[in-house]
């Protein structure tokens, strides 16, 4: 679910960032509230709650039908391609 979320969050950013530039995640938050049973289609909903500078952080909510089953939030930030590659280069 965790993957799926912060992917539904990150299409803000695919939309506003350029070719040069790419996202990277700050964190990821998420409160369960019910469980999703085999077989159900889970559908995850996403808005954006804070846009600042370089930052999209993004709300979030997982149903399955009108159940919730969890929300959360995610953030990102956007930064040029060659410095999310120095900051990787950093971390080897």
Known sequence: MGRD???CCRLFVLKCKEDHEEGIGTFLNITHHSPALLG???????KISELQD??????????????VIATGSQGQKVLLK???????????
Do not use: G, P, Y
């Open 82 to 92: 060659s410095k999310i590659e120095q900051l990787k280069s950093n971390l080897r």
């Open 54 to 67: 370089r930052t999209i952080n993004c709300t979030f909510e997982v149903k399955v039908k009108d159940r």
């Open 5 to 7: 979320a912060e992917w």
């Open 40 to 46: 159900e289609t889970v559908i995850i909903q996403s």
